[in-house]
């Protein structure tokens, strides 16, 4: 940088107030001073957060806060005139929509990484952003340091997208494959993703999958065109997903991943995030750790995968710091010529239905523990017949030692869920079937 745009861009630096100093916040603070250059020839001047807010003023930090004046109001931040620009980093969406919708009504734009606020109240938000011609940019909330917000409202806008399908929680994804590879425990493996800064404040949302439904909440969103709709996801964990699921689906020749789907069908939109049997030769069954990938077929295109670091302090901040700069580059743009919230103008949003998990139609694997005698394996399949669900492949396990129970393990062709449901309460009332049939939802991901 010459010495005159040097000075010029301190002079004219936008200034941002930083809510939160934690693991994201932490980081957006390093990534920007450690940078500061570079960004600042990318933005076309330079960026200084002026002002940040946290809870507690002497927690040890992971950056070095020297000026930037401290508080533990983050809504003073928000009021303070000098501040053009905010970035949420705390989190949850009680005080966060507060703070976001304040800044919105004094005309400030909003960075955040925040999926749970944009996923449950971002029609809201973005209906009072364009009110006010501000900026809401949020591609940290979503897979962390990928940019697939980016490619997919900018980088895909000539294609129909059909469907996408993901690995988007890095928590989660730690989990399974620690499980997986090193035989570790559950909740060990989910203490050491609380430390390394990868968990939610609940990490509950990261093994029950609420995580992930918000952020393909937001996918879904941008991929089709359609209002946010959350409550409409179907979500289900991985903390019931045992090592013998995860060994005999690698015998089958499959992986197990958390994965979020959302796909377009006539009847409406699939949005819906479970544990899923997938071929293990696609590439996005051997993302593993706090990786995550997503997986997006468009008309034109075909299929395109994006891969990174889903969670952590500077894979997100690398996110956060991004959207700073397309803002700060937007700054003097009209707001009428601005990349729409949700890639759609949002007079051309979508009326399509978000299915019922019942109408959605996938193929399954199920396990089952049954008395080792002529004629068991004969009634299950006369009831998977009889609702219509043809079987891919069987295998029968001889009872361990200790155990006069055979294992069932069976792949299917697709059928609609409504119709396992009810194979599987049949298959379940009969006297050699006991306990619960193990249900994983299986995906193909191939190309058509
Ligand atoms: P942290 O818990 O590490 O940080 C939250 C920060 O907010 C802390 O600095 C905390 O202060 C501050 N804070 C909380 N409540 C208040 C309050 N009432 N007043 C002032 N400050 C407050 O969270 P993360 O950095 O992990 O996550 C931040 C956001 O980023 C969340 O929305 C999360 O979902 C999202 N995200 C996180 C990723 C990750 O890898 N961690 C990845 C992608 C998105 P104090 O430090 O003093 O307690
Ligand atoms: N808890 C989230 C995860 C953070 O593990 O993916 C990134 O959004």
Known sequence: MRINDERKSIVDAVKVGLLGLGTVGGGTVNVLKRNVEEIARRAGRGIVITHAAARDLNKPRICDTDGITLTTDPMAVVNDSEVEIIIELIGGDGLAKDLVMAAIAQ??????????????????????????????????????????????????????????????????????????????????????????????????FDVEGIDAAHKLTILASIAFGLP??????????????????????????????????????DRGVELRVHPTLIPERRLIANVDGVMNAVLVMGDAVGPTLYYGAGAGDEPTASAVVADLVDVVRVLTTDPENRVP???????????????????????????????????????????????????????????????????????????????????????????SIHGEVTRIRMESLDAS
């Open 107 to 204: 005309g400030k734009h909003v960075v955040t990484a925040n999926k749970a606020l944009i996923a449950k109240h971002g029609n809201e938000i973005f209906a009072a952003a364009q009110d006010k011609g501000v900026m809401v940019a949020f591609e940290a909330a979503v897979a962390g340091g990928i940019p697939i917000i980016k490619a997919i409202r900018e980088g895909l806008a000539g294609n129909k997208i059909q469907w996408l399908a993901g690995i988007i929680n890095g928590t989660g994804n730690f989990i399974l494959t620690e499980m997986r590879d090193k035989g570790r425990d559950f909740d060990d493996v989910l203490k050491e993703a609380q430390e390394l800064g990868y968990a939610e404040a609940d990490p509950t």
């Open 228 to 265: 946010l709709q959350f409550e409409a996801a179907f979500t289900e964990g991985i903390s019931k997903i045992t090592r013998e699921d995860v060994n005999f689906a690698e015998e089958l020749g499959y992986r197990i991943k958390h994965l979020g789907i959302s796909r377009r069908t």
């Open 341 to 431: 919230h949700l890639a759609f103008q949002p007079d051309a949003l979508s009326d399509l239905p978000i299915l019922s998990m019942d109408e959605v139609e996938t193929a399954y694997y199920l396990r089952m523990q049954a008395d080792d005698r002529p004629g068991v394996l004969a009634d299950v399949t006369r009831i998977l017949g009889d609702s219509g669900i043809s079987i891919e492949a069987i295998i029968q396990k001889e009872p361990q030692p200790d155990s006069d129970k055979a294992s069932i393990i069976m792949l299917t062709h697709t059928v609609l869920e409504k119709q396992m449901n009810q194979a599987i309460s049949n298959i379940e009332a009969l006297d």
